[in-house]
């Protein structure tokens, strides 16, 4: 059955971010095929945009855990984009598209939220927090070990405007493909930490 269920494309463009709804297409189709209770992970949530796109087609019982601080990053300081009321933005957003009771904010680094997850626990994880290589990489190295085996994790902004997180990708020697605008896709192997 291709039954397009991305509903409210047109009032979801209204909310500013950056991910665009190629991307918002090509996630979902992993999101879909997900088992009920899924655990998913986004590392850096900004107003609420991709967020959105992933929750509203969350399996049974699924939960989308969004981490940021909600304080803008140093992309946003030097473009002098205002983030004096993030979070109140993105919680806004995730009501006014009926999927805030599929998600559970963590407002803090995504270091601090890495603590709080088993090894192999969360099915995919979606990284689009800072963009500078020593960040992303600390993401990767935090965050992969909880990935399933068989589980996605997903990189936004791979593309040569963004070389941190090209060579972070590079670096920790993950292997994968755009499949969408500039997000990338990593399948974890089964048998690997």
């Not at 979902?28 to 009920?36: A, R, S, T």
């Not at 855990?65 to 909600?70: A, G, I, P, R």
Request: net charge negative; glycine share 8%.
């Amino acid at each position: 059955m291709n039954q397009y269920d991305f509903t409210g494309v047109e009032e979801w463009n209204r909310i500013e971010g950056w991910f665009d709804l190629s991307e918002a297409i090509a996630i979902q189709k992993f999101v879909k095929q997900l088992p009920p209770g899924a655990n998913l992970v986004e590392l850096g949530s900004y107003k609420g945009r991709s967020g959105v796109a992933i929750a509203s087609v969350l399996p049974p019982n699924g939960v989308l855990y969004c981490v940021d601080h909600f304080q803008g990053s140093e992309e946003h300081k030097k473009s002098n984009i205002d983030t004096s009321n993030l979070l109140e933005t993105f919680t806004k957003n995730i009501e006014r598209f009926g999927v805030k009771d599929k998600i559970y904010t963590l407002q803090m680094s995504a270091t601090e939220a890495s603590k709080k997850f088993e090894p192999e626990s969360i099915d995919p994880i979606l990284l689009d927090a800072a963009h500078d290589y020593d960040s992303v990489k600390a993401d990767l190295l935090n965050w992969y070990p909880k990935l399933k085996p068989g589980g996605y994790l997903f990189c936004d902004d791979y593309a040569p405007n963004w070389p941190g997180v090209m060579r972070a990708i590079e670096t920790v020697g993950l292997e994968g493909k755009v499949i969408a605008a500039s997000l990338w896709m990593h399948n974890k192997p089964v048998g690997s930490v």
